[in-house]
T-cell receptor, first 112, second 115 residues
Framework: LAKTTQPISMDSYEGQEVNITCSHN???????ITWYQQFPSQGPRFIIQ???TKVTNEVASLFIPADRKSSTLSLPRVSLSDTAVYYC?????????????FGGGTRLMVKP | DGGITQSPKYLFRKEGQNVTLSCEQN?????MYWYRQDPGQGLRLIYY???????QKGDIAEGYSVSREKKESFPLTVTSAQKNPTAFYLC??????????????FGPGTRLTVL
């Protein structure tokens, strides 16, 4: 299974851009990179998913270099409500031998 | 409204008792999953099912059992063989079986406490 490494925690201030980088050195050809957000006592919520280059949606951007061995989740102008745990997952969820696996995540604390 | 529901939200049980956690989805998703989350930790996969009447063990299946008799339902039984069952349990589903990106949708979770 492709494993991921991401910082345990990060601090930021309201209005700043936050970039969380995830390393996935053994990513496979069919793997997608997916990011989830989780608030305490809630289920994770999908943020963004990509395969290569850059993906952008209404809440975040995902940057993936050509070698795909890392990825960066970018949250523009964070607010207090963005305080949460962010998980980077790598895998092909349709392949029983390579299920998406949640690691420990990155705890983002946004301060006023 | 389409979604995935779990019940109950809080559950208490005595040691030695089996307990079943409910998970239902009306998203017409083929795949369903059960995760366990301990305080301050990430999610760990217990069981998953990619189709009705079929399911596979995840990373921590010991002491748990599941069934998938209907597409919409994937109940999890925590048996007395599970040594440390107190945790937050999350159910998820995803749309399709083969190829391409595949987002998982999560339920609100069930917090199980063993007394």
């Amino acid at each position: 299974l492709a494993k991921t490494t991401q910082p345990i925690s990060m601090d930021s201030y309201e209005g700043q851009e936050v970039n969380i980088t995830c390393s996935h050195n053994n990513i496979a050809t069919n793997d997608y990179i997916t990011w989830y957000q989780q608030f305490p006592s809630q289920g994770p919520r999908f943020i963004i998913q990509g395969y290569k280059t850059k993906v952008t949606n209404e809440v975040a951007s995902l940057f993936i270099p050509a070698d795909r061995k890392s990825s960066t989740l970018s949250l523009p102008r964070v607010s207090l409500s963005d305080t949460a745990v962010y998980y980077c997952l790598v895998g092909d969820n349709n392949n029983a031998g390579n299920m998406l696996t949640f690691g420990g995540g990155t705890r983002l604390m946004v301060k006023p | 409204d389409g979604g995935i529901t779990q019940s109950p939200k809080y559950l208490f049980r005595k040691e030695g008792q089996n307990v079943t956690l409910s998970c239902e989805q009306n998203l017409n998703h083929d795949a369903m999953y059960w995760y366990r989350q301990d305080p301050g930790q990430g999610l760990r996969l217990i069981y998953y099912s990619q189709i009705v009447n079929d399911f596979q063990k995840g990373d921590i299946a010991e002491g748990y059992s599941v069934s998938r008799e209907k597409k919409e339902s994937f109940p999890l039984t925590v048996t007395s063989a599970q040594k440390n069952p107190t945790a937050f349990y999350l159910c998820a589903s995803s749309p399709h079986l083969a190829g391409g990106p595949n987002e998982q949708f999560f339920g609100p979770g069930t917090r199980l406490t063993v007394l």
